[in-house]
């Protein structure tokens, strides 16, 4: 029961960090689960997940609540996600859970540098809208749901600084589609890892619950912080993410 509580408290924490970055939780779920419970690298991934997919989906309904998420945007990104996401989640089931959890290190040290390099870029405004349409956002949600696929984390961690520099959508209406994305292939990849006997349900379980308590302060406050700090706050938060798995290493 003491164990349940303490991951409830846990998830809690998480959720609120989801809900901040739109991000669900699980990116820094899964270097919590690895480095201090001890789990692989994919069994990490699919307990994080348990977490992620009812917190995604709590999320994007707030973050709809905000703002009006349009559906001829959040379409061909939820669908183009969920047969790549299924694809990369395949993939990661069968690797070397130690090759897994570099690849993960270098994947947050790569987005983290990513980030830091665009809030120093020129660039045109940020809209509501969209500079490119389809099938651009068919590409985006390919690429993002294999990302999310293979790493357990929903692809919104990829595509929403895409959406930002690229797209040229604001920091909030980029995590709103962001979540879009996530909510099919985060469900997806749970699914597949589950099948693979890569989840701790009994872990997952009370972090869900945690989350689902939470996450909606998380995407409160993301609505009241300066565009600047929120983007500052998601790259040192990947960087910390990175250290802490890189430790475990």
Same mark, same amino acid.
């Given at each position: #029961?003491?164990?349940?509580? @303490?991951?409830?408290?846990? *998830?809690?924490?998480?959720?609120?960090?989801? %809900?901040?970055? %739109?991000? %669900?939780? !699980?990116?820094?779920?899964?270097?919590?689960?690895?480095?201090?419970? /001890?789990?692989?690298?994919?069994?990490?991934?699919?307990?994080?997940?348990?977490?992620?997919?009812?917190?995604?989906?709590?999320?994007?309904?707030?973050? +709809?609540?905000?703002?009006?998420? =349009?559906?001829?945007?959040?379409?061909?990104?939820?669908?183009?996600?969920?047969?790549?996401?299924?694809? !990369?989640?395949?993939?990661?089931?069968? @690797?070397?859970?130690?090759?897994?959890?570099? /690849?993960?290190?270098?994947?947050?040290?790569?987005?983290?540098?990513?980030?830091?390099?665009?809030?120093?870029? $020129?660039?045109?405004?940020?809209?509501?809208?969209?500079?490119?349409?389809?099938?651009?956002?068919?590409?985006?949600?390919?690429?993002?749901?294999? #990302? %999310?696929?293979?790493? !357990?984390?929903?692809?919104?961690?990829?595509?929403?600084?895409?959406?930002?520099?690229?797209?040229?959508?604001?920091?909030?209406?980029?995590?709103?589609?962001?979540?879009?994305?996530?909510?099919?292939?985060?469900?997806?990849?749970?699914?597949?890892?589950?099948?693979? +006997?890569?989840?701790?349900?009994?872990?997952?379980?009370?972090?869900?619950? *945690?989350?689902?308590?939470?996450?909606?302060?998380?995407? $409160?406050?993301? +609505?009241?912080?300066? =565009?600047?700090?929120? $983007?500052?706050?998601?790259?040192?938060?990947?960087?910390?993410?990175?250290?802490?798995?890189?430790? =475990?290493?």
């Amino acid at each position: #029961m003491i164990e349940w509580l @303490l991951y409830i408290v846990l *998830g809690a924490g998480l959720g609120t960090m989801g %809900g901040l970055f %739109g991000i %669900g939780g !699980g990116l820094i779920a899964i270097p919590v689960l690895g480095a201090l419970f /001890g789990l692989d690298q994919q069994v990490a991934q699919g307990t994080a997940l348990v977490m992620v997919v009812p917190n995604v989906l709590l999320a994007l309904w707030r973050y +709809h609540q905000r703002i009006r998420i =349009e559906l001829r945007h959040a379409l061909p990104l939820a669908l183009c996600s969920l047969l790549f996401a299924w694809l !990369g989640s395949i993939w990661a089931v069968g @690797l070397d859970a130690h090759s897994m959890r570099l /690849g993960f290190v270098g994947f947050l040290v790569a987005l983290a540098v990513w980030n830091v390099v665009r809030m120093f870029l $020129k660039v045109a405004p940020a809209s509501e809208q969209l500079r490119y349409p389809w099938p651009w956002l068919g590409v985006l949600g390919s690429f993002a749901g294999a #990302m %999310g696929g293979l790493f !357990g984390v929903g692809g919104a961690v990829v595509a929403t600084p895409i959406l930002t520099s690229v797209f040229g959508t604001t920091q909030v209406v980029a995590q709103g589609l962001s979540l879009a994305l996530a909510a099919p292939s985060t469900s997806v990849t749970l699914v597949t890892y589950g099948l693979h +006997h890569s989840v701790d349900w009994s872990v997952g379980v009370p972090l869900a619950v *945690g989350g689902l308590l939470s996450i909606s302060w998380g995407v $409160k406050l993301a +609505h009241a912080l300066p =565009e600047r700090v929120l $983007k500052g706050m998601f790259c040192v938060f990947l960087v910390v993410c990175a250290v802490m798995l890189a430790y =475990e290493l």
